[in-house]
């Protein structure tokens, strides 16, 4: 009978031992534990030809020993099934993970054992022994690379935002903070007061652009940010504040409010969550990324494990990836400890009137998006007296920015003349504008026009 994919996780089945069984070993040291039997086919009957001498498992075991690092000692014993002798290998959960096998890092994913990158591997080794990334120390550098100036706007911050003392002096400082042991620097000290972060790691710049329309092929504006992370925070908050448009309100005579396009508590939540959070393994960048009615925030290594983009619609623990980072980002007031810089985020969305972030974990990237205002729903337009497609064609405009006759034809496979009395009919209801003359026409949203 054929074994359950999810029991294949557990389980596998070998006619021999060989270099396969011990990869074996390790993807089940390193995922959910599990069993290997020797001397059956994949169906579980015995084939018979599994020969066990009286120093066979003994030397079976020194080799799974011996090939794994560090070296493991799974149970084997010997039994009969249908009057033919199996070995049975039983392989619990290693408490320090990763196990290696020949040299490499493998784990269990249904019936195949997969190789893992040197990424995946590292923080395997940070959860089961409790060291981040972030506190390991960084080769080659010294107080002499940190920034006296950073770390004083820190302790001021600091002041500022907790009324908290800190330390007069830098090395103090780091060391408050558990950014530096035994004189020998932390990755984390260096990312939050080097003078030259990205001298020891060039990967953590942020990327900002404005692009024009609605996708990257042509800049309106583009600037790459250097230095610390604390002031990256405040240089790519700063460039979307310069892009972004400004209205004033008038509530009541003389008072005036004025409204951002894109509500500036929000963008500021998602950059910090982006830049204290990543995978500074990963060799991608922040990026902040601005088009017409869209803004993105583009985070390199996905959302940490055990979080998902579901989890950050509602109150979530927070399990941050770089812990000594984010504990400096709480003392600035930068982030909360309680994992609620997205629903802060959410929240001034709702109060600008717009819709709800968009989260997305694409695996080696963390997306987040916040749009203005959606046109009107299906059921709104419908109310309005608009059929399937016409409703079809203003979610286009919603995606692509416009639509063409001949783009409404495409996605409805109707004629030129329905095509076009039907997108009249769109524009008299004021749901879109007509732009151009001719072949050159195009429908957009009204305030596109």
């Given at each position: 009978m054929e074994q359950p994919e999810?029991?294949?996780?557990?389980?596998?089945?070998?006619?021999?031992?060989?270099?396969?069984?011990v990869k074996t070993v390790a993807a089940f040291c390193n995922t959910e534990g599990g069993v290997i039997e020797l001397g059956v086919g994949d169906d579980g009957h015995p084939t018979g030809r599994l020969t066990v001498g009286g120093n066979t498992l003994e030397g079976w075991a020194n080799n799974i020993k011996r090939e794994t690092d560090p070296g493991q000692t799974p149970s084997m014993v010997e039994e009969e099934r249908q009057g033919r002798t199996v070995v049975i290998i039983r392989v619990p959960v290693s408490p320090i993970k990763p196990v290696l096998a020949h040299g490499a890092g493998y784990r269990r994913v249904g019936r195949t054992n997969q190789t893992m990158g040197y990424g995946e591997m590292e923080r395997l080794f940070e959860q089961t022994t409790g060291r981040s990334w972030d506190s390991h120390h960084c080769p080659d550098a010294s107080?002499?690379?940190?920034?006296?100036?950073?770390?004083?706007?820190?302790?001021?911050?600091?002041?500022?935002?907790?009324?908290?003392?800190?330390?007069g002096n830098a090395e103090a400082v780091l060391a408050k903070l558990g950014l530096?042991?035994?004189e020998a620097l932390s990755l984390g000290a260096v990312l939050l007061f080097g003078t030259d972060p990205q001298a020891y790691l060039p990967q953590s710049v942020v990327k900002c652009a404005r692009f024009a329309g609605r996708d990257s092929?042509?800049?309106?504006?583009?600037?790459?940010?250097?230095?610390?992370?604390?002031?990256?925070?405040?240089?790519?908050?700063?460039?979307?504040?310069?892009?972004?448009?400004?209205?004033?309100?008038?509530?009541?005579?003389?008072?005036?409010?004025?409204?951002?396009?894109?509500?500036?508590?929000?963008?500021?939540?998602?950059?910090?969550?982006?830049?204290?959070?990543?995978?500074?393994?990963?060799?991608?960048?922040?990026?902040l990324r601005i088009y017409d009615g869209l803004l993105e925030v583009w985070t390199p290594g996905g959302l940490p494990d055990g979080v998902t983009a579901e989890m950050l619609q509602r109150e979530h623990e927070s399990m941050p990836r770089n812990p000594l980072i984010a504990n400096a980002f709480f003392l600035t007031g930068l982030i909360e400890q309680w994992g609620w810089g997205?629903?802060?985020?959410?929240?001034?969305?709702?109060d600008a009137g717009l819709p709800?972030?968009?989260?997305?974990?694409?695996?080696?990237?963390?997306?987040?998006?916040?749009?203005?205002?959606?046109?009107?729903?299906?059921?709104e337009l419908t109310a309005l007296g608009m059929n399937e497609r016409?409703?079809?064609?203003?979610?286009?405009?919603?995606?692509?920015?416009?639509?063409?006759?001949?783009?409404?034809?495409?996605?409805?496979?109707?004629?030129?003349?329905?095509?076009?009395?039907?997108?009249?009919?769109?524009?008299?209801?004021?749901?879109?504008?007509?732009?151009?003359?001719?072949?050159?026409?195009?429908?957009?949203?009204?305030?596109?026009?």
């Open positions: 999810r029991e294949w996780q557990r389980l596998e089945r070998k006619a021999s031992f060989g270099r396969e069984v107080l002499a690379d940190i920034s006296g100036e950073r770390v004083g706007e820190f302790v001021a911050g600091v002041g500022e935002a907790r009324d908290h003392e800190m330390p530096i042991r035994d092929r042509e800049f309106v504006d583009e600037k790459t940010l250097y230095g610390g992370v604390l002031r990256q925070v405040e240089e790519a908050y700063q460039f979307a504040l310069r892009h972004t448009s400004k209205a004033i309100a008038v509530e009541a005579k003389p008072r005036r409010r004025e409204t951002w396009e894109y509500p500036p508590d929000a963008v500021r939540e998602l950059l910090v969550n982006a830049i204290c959070h990543r995978d500074y393994q990963h060799t991608g960048n922040v990026q997205t629903l802060r985020a959410i929240d001034a969305c709702r709800d972030p968009e989260f997305e974990d694409q695996g080696h990237t963390f997306v987040a998006r916040v749009r203005l205002k959606a046109l009107l729903s299906d059921a016409q409703v079809t064609a203003v979610r286009y405009v919603e995606e692509h920015g416009e639509i063409t006759n001949r783009a409404y034809r495409k996605i409805n496979d109707v004629s030129s003349r329905t095509a076009t009395n039907e997108l009249r009919g769109v524009v008299d209801a004021g749901i879109l504008a007509a732009v151009g003359e001719g072949r050159a026409r195009r429908y957009v949203r009204p305030e596109d026009a």
